[in-house]
DNA sequence: GATGAATGAGACTTCATTCAT
DNA sequence: TATGAATGAAGTCTCATTCAT
């Protein structure tokens, strides 16, 4: 077994273990059992449990924000923006939910110093997706907001769908609310909703 | 010291360390030097730690509903309501912010029975609520919606905002924007918006 | 409730106690549920775990031997005080499986001081027991042996059946063997085995 | 120190504990102390208190039989198979006293599970035996009785013998008896104990 | 006498981590 | 690099016993 094999086995393991009885909750032996790796090539490959958490952590979260990023630089326009924005999220989460799960939460899992890691990281993926969208509040399409409610109106209740479907306390799918939480945002974000003649099926026409 | 008072020290105390460090990482130890308890009056108490969650548990999510009741037995109308369900929410995890991060981060750390019995009590406190709004979906106020969509629309973005104050990844105060959230709340949900004469600051008059 | 009741119904829920976990597994706790009285009640009335044991210990060895002493007091020959005691020590287990195999279980369960105090009371009703046999050792009826041979030929297999029983490894009810196992002592212990003519089943003839 | 070694010194240690203090009063601790092992080890080998004490069984009474196999096997006539049956064991009590005083102390001690290993293990070295024996019960040399009256009737009085000798209530050295236990289940066992010249102590002229 | 809340020592066990092979 | 035996700190929980009411 190569190296990149054995880490990625690990990994795997790791996720579906963190995800199965919480990070806290996971021991070396669950992992061990189920990735077919010893412990010292464990502690060899991560260093601890925490090196493992935050390997996969930063690997969801890069993932998951590339996607973003690369669905919302074919939007032609505000509305198609957010479009996007609220399906590609939910998308990735119901495609991934094991890591989606695992990103939820995170909490105080992960170590003070990784955690400012994560955030700087963030925030810079956010400023990203944030300037393709600037032209949009410039010329008035999006309202001006105080920042921190940009993140809440958009995807919150997208997220607590999210959460709801990830935790199984219900059956409906995420995706088929897709046009549903996509136009709730735009009515709550844009300066004048009315103004739309956008069928989200086509976005591309 | 008296029995009800020994048992809501180490209440209070519990309340305290699991925000501090997790429910999980709080150990017995940790809740006997803050609760001032001895150990065997903890398990004399409570059984085991997760019985400490689970009276916790149980404590919030009562005194939340019931917040949350008597505030939107008052509305007059469906604005109102949605105005009263959103403030309310994000006044009480203003008030006692440990309570709402415990309760948020519930997870796997309390058993699978008891988490039967919390799913049915919240289903509980959660149809009496729709029972106030009824009316007005039949009269045509409120949309018509797959009902897994009201929590979401109607809380998430609130929620959203709440869990990144309560991390303290924000300073700024959820107060602040319950207007904006309930009104985005409201014309997501309302057949027609646009007919609104209200101003939440005085609903009473 | 009687002090006289609550005594004995603390002594006869600890007896199955014990039986059932063995006296160090079984806890005040254990006890005091299947006797309804209160912790405080049974360390008032018996000090402590060990006073449960020694008082039930007492009772019931002293019952036993009582009993053996009654039966062998009968006899009108060697023959038959020799199955008076094997056939009332079965006979006396299988009426109270329960107190058999607390007896045989004693251990180390009770404490040193009481450990000599029972044995001292034992080797006196042995002696008793044994002064009834004398004549007929003096008329060369029974073989003269070291002392320690004649508890375990004459009582060795009827025990050995009886731990096996209560055990529960075996169906097979000891009082079907009394016939046996009596005469199997009795041509151990007899000078002259072939010399009777004595029908078990009717002894009082 | 080698791994067998290891775990051989935790048994020993355990042995020794086991009967000083009795299986359920034996703690980890005890353990540890005299096997100079960590907890971490203990655990690692055996996984928990029960698991030492099982293979601490298994170690003895696969040990006991094979004695006894052993010297039944080299026996030529139905008299000195039931002599060498109880000559050995005696002579392996009295050699390894702890290791009887665990054996015949096993009681709840453990587990459901092991306990049916246990009894079928023991029943088949027991049927290995009883094959041997098998010629002379057909020739009618044996007598036939109910199965569960043999090993009461052959091994009954050196087992209650051998007890009072563990529990230190008897000076009496029990290979001292050997010659009239091993007799007296001769006189019980046969058909007719009186056709004999044997001279156990010459059993290989 | 009866009650049961309170105590705290101590038991078992788990687990992250180290390190010799 | 890989392995897994070894370590020991730390956690959860039990339990006999005390004592105020």
Same mark, same amino acid.
């Given at each position: 077994?190569?190296?990149?094999?054995?880490?990625s086995?690990?990994?795997?393991?790791?996720?579906?273990?963190?995800?199965?009885?919480?990070?806290?909750a996971?021991? @070396?032996?669950?992992i061990?059992?189920?990735?077919?790796?010893?412990?010292?090539?464990?502690?060899?490959?991560?260093?601890? +449990?925490?090196?493992?958490?935050?390997?996969?952590?930063?690997?969801?979260?890069?993932?998951?924000?590339?996607? @973003?990023?690369?669905?919302v630089a074919?939007?032609?326009?505000?509305?198609?923006?957010?479009?996007a924005?609220?399906?590609?999220? /939910?998308?990735?989460i119901?495609?991934? !939910?094991?890591?989606?799960?695992?990103?939820?939460?995170?909490?105080?899992?992960?170590?003070?110093?990784?955690?400012?890691?994560?955030?700087?990281?963030?925030?810079?993926?956010?400023?990203?997706?944030?300037?393709?969208?600037?032209?949009?509040? +410039?010329?008035?399409?999006?309202?001006?907001? !105080?920042?921190?409610?940009?993140?809440? /109106?958009?995807?919150? !209740?997208?997220?607590?769908?999210?959460?709801?479907?990830?935790?199984?306390? @219900?059956?409906?799918? !995420?995706?088929?609310?897709?046009?549903?939480?996509?136009?709730?945002?735009?009515?709550?974000?844009?300066?004048? %909703?009315?103004?739309?003649?956008?069928?989200?099926?086509? %976005? +591309?026409?």
């Amino acid at each position: 077994m190569t190296q990149v094999d054995r880490k990625s086995a690990i990994l795997s393991a790791s996720l579906a273990v963190f995800c199965e009885k919480g990070i806290e909750a996971a021991s @070396i032996e669950d992992i061990r059992q189920r990735s077919q790796a010893s412990v010292g090539s464990i502690y060899h490959h991560f260093g601890n +449990k925490e090196g493992i958490a935050a390997a996969l952590f930063t690997q969801g979260l890069d993932n998951y924000w590339q996607q @973003i990023k690369t669905n919302v630089a074919q939007a032609s326009n505000a509305e198609f923006a957010i479009h996007a924005i609220v399906s590609t999220h /939910l998308q990735w989460i119901v495609e991934q !939910p094991d890591m989606a799960r695992f990103l939820f939460a995170r909490r105080q899992a992960v170590s003070a110093e990784h955690d400012d890691a994560i955030r700087q990281r963030t925030a810079g993926h956010f400023k990203e997706v944030f300037e393709k969208l600037k032209p949009w509040f +410039k010329q008035g399409v999006l309202r001006r907001l !105080p920042i921190e409610l940009y993140g809440p /109106l958009l995807l919150g !209740p997208s997220q607590e769908l999210a959460r709801n479907w990830l935790g199984g306390r @219900i059956g409906f799918n !995420p995706l088929d609310a897709i046009d549903e939480l996509s136009s709730a945002a735009w009515r709550t974000l844009a300066t004048n %909703p009315a103004h739309t003649g956008t069928s989200y099926g086509a %976005p +591309k026409r």
